[in-house]
């Protein structure tokens, strides 16, 4: 029987050695590089509250028709809206059809001499974000869409509504966010509809005795969402006279935080943080925060009814003037407090 050698080598080993070697760049290329892994994997955290799963599929026609005719400088990028769309985990449709309606039909100047498909703002608050091309400003809307359903769970179109364009809003004199929710509706049926169907995990069911947390004032001078580029994340009380009225907790829990966060003046231009705050744990998953107090409120440990006195209203911390700053947290995660507080008859901006 004869023997077949390489280099004195048995052709038979070489072989063995190279599927080996093979297998084993395969082995490292898994562990150490990204095979097709989701892109926001890096850039995320961890899924947050919201899920999304798919219902049907793309209408093509309807989708490659509205791209046409409204779709300006994005009719190019339809297959780009769908890529990012899938790897965020939000639906196409939706992305698109928000894409459509900031950019006013793909013709706004943002989009044009920006590559800014969404609206998107710079995080200091100084303006529109500004992208090298249309793609990565896809990307970036993205990012930005999977943050405000995935993660923030905000998974209508009203919900996203009241962030993207909230009702009252001080940059919106001329009432031009009511058309948001409509218009995006609009090109959602245009495009042939929804093709996922998104629900938040996190929603509660508030139980037992709640408490209007200003006993002076029912007027809410600032709501849940965007405000200067970022989220406002609970809702302001103000009114004249407000300083130094007490502020009393929604529901019974117990104190896990009485602290200073930030500074105690400065004002919107040298104050920081939440000023004087407490945070209450409710033992089902829901905390709330008081902020801007005027001094530190009842201390840590304390176990407390709805409506108890838990602190005095000030204007401690990144604060305009004395107001309460309220927020509702579920599972570690600000929600809109409006949506628990429908009972109290309350004066909205």
Known sequence: MKKY??????????????????????AIGYLFFDFGLDEFDEEEPDWGIGRCSV?????????????????????????????VAENAGIDPVLMLSISIHETARGTSDALIFRNNPGGLM???G????????????????????????????????E????????????????????YWVPNVLNFVEKLGGL??????????????????????TKVVSSVFGQRWGRLHAGIDIAAPGIYGQPAVAFRSGTVIVSELNGTIGGGLENGSGY???VVIDHGDGTKTRYAHLAQKGIPVG??????????VIGSTGHSSGPHLHFEILINDVAVDPLTYLENFNLSLP
């Not at 339809?78 to 890529?83: A, L, N, T, Y």
């Not at 508030?206 to 002076?216: M, Y």
């Open 302 to 311: 304390s176990e407390v009814k709805a409506g108890e006195r838990i602190g």
């Open 126 to 157: 100084s303006g529109l974000m500004t992208f090298s091309t249309l793609d990565e400003g896809i990307e970036s809307m993205g990012h930005t869409l999977h943050n405000r359903i995935i993660v923030d769970g905000l998974i209508t179109i």
């Open 195 to 216: 093709t996922m169907n998104c629900e938040n995990t996190n929603e509660v069911e508030i139980k037992g005795e709640t408490a209007w947390v200003v006993p002076f």
């Open 275 to 277: 000023g004087y705050m």
């Open 5 to 26: 050698f390489l280099l004195g080598i048995p052709v038979i080993l070489l072989i063995i050695i190279a599927i080996v070697m093979m297998i084993l760049f395969f």
């Open 55 to 83: 219902t049907g599929e793309i209408d093509i026609d309807s989708w490659t028709e509205t791209l046409e005719i409204d779709g300006g400088y994005l009719m190019q990028s339809g297959d780009k809206f769908i890529e």
């Open 159 to 178: 919900d996203l509504g009241s962030v993207y364009a909230p009702l009252g809003a001080e940059n919106d004199p001329d009432g031009l966010n009511q």
């Open 122 to 124: 710079n995080p200091d």
